[in-house]
């Protein structure tokens, strides 16, 4: 593999690295078919695949386009959801369950198309700085992303310690029970050669 391979290989996984931050669903949409409509004499439409591609806090930036390849590919999960017809609502922590934010305020959130805490803590500045203390949301929804991680690490961490003192207890009791069955067996020696 050439440099040229790594850097392409390098460029393509950035490329893409703010997607996640989007909200992105696709759908079929009725397609008017001209060529069908005119053979046919009345209207023919077909399903297409469609995509639409919301950028969270901005409710004016919106594409909607048919599906390609490069769609696919960017939103590989949602396309995934969409073709096993599940629900495609973004990944993260739904806005109504971080009890930070009032009823207005997920209201007022999910109006520009900001439906979960992580696209809100990836909201860029400009659309924060159209929402009232939109920085300061977004700072904090930030901090409590990091601090959900330490704590999942932390439980986690205290999970597998106290797992693993069961399992010294349960080994002690093991190695307590051969001990006990060894001392036995001696006795049992020491006494047939007497």
Request: glycine residues 6%; aromatic residues 6%; negative net charge.
């Amino acid at each position: 593999m050439g440099i040229e391979a790594v850097i392409d290989e390098h460029t393509f996984d950035n490329r893409f690295a703010a997607d996640s931050k989007l909200y992105v669903v696709f759908f079929m949409q009725a397609v008017k078919n001209g060529g069908k409509s005119e053979l046919e004499g009345r209207p023919i439409f077909d399903d297409v695949p469609h995509v639409t591609i919301h950028i969270p806090g901005d409710k004016n930036n919106v594409v909607t386009e048919p599906v390609t390849e490069e769609h696919k590919q960017r939103f590989p999960v949602q396309w995934d959801k969409f073709q096993k017809q599940m629900s495609q609502s973004p990944e993260g922590t739904p806005l109504e369950q971080w009890p930070l934010l009032t009823t207005g305020q997920v209201h007022e959130l999910k109006a520009v198309n900001v439906m979960t805490v992580e696209q809100l803590a990836g909201m860029s500045d400009t659309n924060a700085s159209r929402f009232m203390g939109g920085y300061e949301l977004r700072r904090k929804a930030d901090t409590f992303l990091k601090v959900s991680k330490d704590t999942a690490e932390a439980q986690r961490l205290a999970t597998l310690n106290d797992e693993l003192q069961a399992r010294l207890v349960a080994q002690d009791e093991v190695i307590r029970q051969m001990a006990a069955r060894l001392e036995a067996v001696e006795a049992t020696q020491t006494a047939k050669r007497k």
